[in-house]
């Protein structure tokens, strides 16, 4: 059983810890475990409950009402906004509460739902994406386990890769674009999508996957020349290590365009050189792919 200090529940549920520390003592919402020394310490089912108070505390529910529900009733009036595709957050806090759990059923609920309402697309961007980023700042704050992001990454790859084997065979002209990401570039479900996006869009695709080394980059495209490559950046470089990563890129492959995303690049856009575009979107994406 994991234990959570009050400032982990702050960093994870967005609420602060006064008035996690106010609503305890005036509504007893929760009721932490001390220590010796009288420090609160928090469970996994009182983070979990935590999680769903703000859920309904965000669309408008009074604190003094959701204090008198249990735990099954929490859930239950989740659940109902849950089914509102209009209310993304609520959707992106259910998917943080399926991570905890390690809930695969709730996690697949809350994404088909809105795959049906929104399309697949929509969802990546509007949900997944958003989900993904809120899983990176927990992630580096060290209050989700590195077992806990495998678990629900590996849920999210899975849909990708479903969507991509139906677009197999969709080439509709001979443009072929190299998706990779560097060394030590682990997070590959944005360059799955955009993968998929291509696909779909008719292009030729080699996908080499994750923490390609340089030499092996240049030793594949001789074999098949790419018409453009795209790369994401998750892990945290300085300037100094993106502008140099991004330098021996372009003069590697002077003549061939380079499409870049994540949120290490979006942090650092001022360095990055001519010829290179910044995906932060789906359109961006398609209206560059449109200009080859």
């Known amino acids: 059983m994991a234990v959570y200090s009050i400032k982990d529940l702050e960093k994870i549920s967005g609420i602060k810890a006064h008035t996690i520390r106010i609503w305890e003592r005036r509504y007893q919402v929760i009721e932490p475990m001390r220590s010796d020394t009288n420090i609160r310490k928090y469970t996994d089912t009182d983070l979990k409950r935590i999680l769903n108070i703000s859920i309904l505390n965000q669309n408008g529910f009074k604190i003094s ?20 595709t209009r209310n993304t957050n609520v959707q992106i806090e259910s998917l943080v509460v399926s991570m905890l759990e390690l809930n695969e059923g709730k996690f697949n609920n809350v994404l088909t739902n ?4 929104r399309g697949f697309e929509t969802t990546v961007e509007e949900i997944l994406f958003p989900f993904l ?3 990176g700042v927990l992630w580096q704050a060290g209050t989700i386990s590195p077992a806990q992001e495998h678990f629900i990454s590996n849920l999210i790859r899975q849909k990708i890769i479903v969507a991509i084997d139906n677009e197999m065979g969709n080439e509709k002209n001979d443009k072929q674009i190299t998706f990779f990401l560097g060394e030590n570039e682990l997070h590959e479900i944005g360059l799955l999508f955009y993968s998929l996006m291509a696909r779909k869009e008719g292009f030729g695709v080699i996908y080499l996957g994750i923490s390609v080394p340089f030499d092996d980059l240049k030793s594949i495209n001789k074999i098949q020349k790419a018409d453009a490559f ?24 002077p003549d061939t365009p380079f499409m870049i995303t994540g949120l290490q690049v979006k942090n650092h ?5 001519e010829g290179f575009h910044l995906i932060d979107s789906a359109a961006k994406f398609k209206d560059i792919l449109h200009s080859l």
């Not at 249990?70 to 009036?77: F, G, T, V």
């Not at 809105?114 to 309402?117: C, L």
């Not at 795209?230 to 492959?253: M, Q, R």
């Open 65 to 84: 009402k959701i204090a008198q529900l249990d735990n099954s009733q929490l859930k239950e009036r989740v659940l109902d906004l849950c089914l509102d």
């Open 114 to 117: 809105s795959i049906i309402k």
């Open 133 to 135: 980023d809120r899983i």
């Open 230 to 253: 795209f790369t994401s950046f998750i892990s945290p470089p300085s300037n100094t290590e993106l502008t140099k990563v991004l330098g021996i890129y372009k003069e590697e492959f």
């Open 269 to 273: 856009e001022s360095e990055i050189p």
